[in-house]
């Protein structure tokens, strides 16, 4: 009996639905500041504000992301905790 | 963008006089809210550690729980955005002729009201728990003839002050406009309306 494979990057799939909707409801935040919120230097502290903190948190992810091998091919076997092999998948 | 000094339906004239949001211990709430769930996944990355498990080098949960962290990492950062959207568009300005009220309830509901200052019947400041007493934050009621609903300024700084100020302006505007709610009422009730012929003299 073969274990079935899959490759990594599958997850890759759910993982780009949730960026799409967080990246979606930044812009959601940032269109309603600037079109209801007050003409001041406050208002655009906090458009600055939050730019820089989505792309900060996107630049984190984006460096954890990049650090694994999204060629590599799991069994379903090695889904179980514990019981498939110890080969990281991280580039490191 | 709204500019205080256009507002929408703006007399000639008119000032603003209070420009109010929510005390700023909101929004260190919204911080603090950030702060705790950022510290969440460190916190279980210690124990991880700490346990000696070899869960981050299994070639599935390895990468599966780093896109999680990276999906936990982002949707904290979008509520903390929007818990700052929900504090920063929160807004009450009292002007010389009224009050203008808008709130905004999640990202999808948004409210503006306003009355007219001649219009206002009973104004309440409440300062109420530990923290608001202390710190001196509170709510500003303002209430209207019957039919109205009341206007909340909810959480603002120095609702004593803001009371006393707003009782001024509604006096100044009665006195310049009229009273609105006398003029409501006289309208709906014409009976007792003041009669409009002069009364008789009875000196001869």
Redesign the interface.
């Given at each position: 009996m073969t274990a079935f494979h899959f490759p990594?990057w599958y997850?890759?799939i759910?993982?780009s639905i949730?960026?799409l909707a967080?990246t979606v409801?930044?812009f959601?935040?940032i269109y309603?500041?600037?079109?209801?919120?007050?003409?001041s230097f406050?208002?655009t502290v906090?458009l600055l504000?939050?730019f820089g903190?989505?792309l900060a948190?996107?630049g984190?992810?984006g460096v954890?992301?990049s650090?694994?091998d999204?060629h590599?091919t799991?069994t379903v076997i090695?889904?179980l905790?514990?019981t498939?092999?110890?080969?990281?998948?991280?580039g490191l | 963008m709204i500019s205080l000094k256009a507002l929408p339906n703006q007399e000639s004239g008119e000032v603003t006089v209070l420009f109010l949001r929510r005390y700023w211990l909101d929004l260190a709430g919204a911080f603090f809210f950030t702060l705790a769930m950022t510290i969440v996944p460190f916190a279980i990355w210690g124990a991880i550690k700490l346990g000696h498990l070899t869960i981050m080098s299994q070639p599935f949960w390895g990468p599966a729980l780093t896109l999680l962290l990276g999906c936990y990492m982002l949707v904290v950062a979008v509520i903390t955005m929007a818990q700052i959207t929900d504090y920063f568009l929160d807004i009450w300005i009292v002007t010389t002729e009224r009050v203008i009220n808008i709130e905004q309830h999640g990202l999808f509901s948004r409210t503006v009201s306003e009355l007219r200052l001649n219009q206002v019947q009973d104004i309440t400041s409440e300062t109420s728990g530990f923290l608001g007493t202390f710190l001196t934050y509170g709510d500003v009621f303002i209430q209207t003839a019957g039919e109205h609903e009341r206007f909340q300024f909810k959480d603002i700084d120095n609702p004593d002050d803001v009371k006393l100020t707003i009782a001024k302006l509604v006096a100044d505007c009665k006195h310049r406009r009229g009273d609105a709610s006398l003029l409501e009422h006289e309208e709906r009730e014409p009976s007792h309306a003041i009669p409009t012929e002069p009364p008789t003299s009875h000196l001869t």
């Open positions: 990594l997850l890759l759910p993982f949730v960026l967080t409801y930044m959601f935040n309603h500041i600037a079109k209801f919120g007050m003409q406050g208002t906090v504000l939050y903190g989505y948190v996107l984190v992810v954890m992301v650090n694994i999204w590599h799991v090695e889904i905790p514990f498939g092999s110890s080969t990281s998948t991280f | -």
